[in-house]
C-alpha cells in the first residue's frame, strides 16, 4: 500500500546504521522474498539510504529462481515460524484473521 515506502525506508535507515556502527561493509535484506513486495523499489530504497553511509547495500531480488517456493519448502523442513504479514498493524488486517 501507499505506507510501504514509508515502512522499507524505516527498516532499511535502521538496518544501515547498525551495520555501520557495527562495521559490517554490506546489509541486504528479505524484503524482496516476497512475491507481494516490489523488488526495484526497496532496492532503490536500499541504495539511497546507504549512499552516504560506510555499509553498501546488496541489491536483490529473492524471489527469482523460485526463491519463494523454496523458502516455503525450507522452513516447513526446518519447522520454522512463517510470518503471515510483513510485521506492520496495517498488513495484519489481510492474514486468516491472525
Known amino acids: 500500500g501507499r505506507r510501504c515506502p514509508q515502512c522499507f525506508t524505516g527498516r532499511l535507515e535502521y538496518s544501515v546504521r547498525t551495520a555501520d556502527r557495527l562495521g559490517f561493509p554490506w546489509v541486504a535484506t ?22 552516504n553511509a560506510r555499509t553498501c547495500y546488496l541489491e536483490s531480488d529473492f524471489k527469482k529462481q523460485d526463491g519463494f517456493k523454496r523458502s516455503c519448502e525450507l522452513s516447513k523442513d526446518y519447522n520454522l515460524y512463517r510470518q503471515k504479514y510483513c510485521g506492520c498493524r496495517y498488513s495484519m488486517r489481510d492474514t486468516d484473521g491472525e
Not at 522474498?33 to 539511497?48: D, E, F, M, Q, T
Open 30 to 51: 528479505t524484503l524482496t522474498l516476497s512475491p507481494r513486495k516490489p523488488a526495484k523499489a526497496i532496492n532503490a530504497i536500499g541504495v539511497s539510504v546507504a549512499a
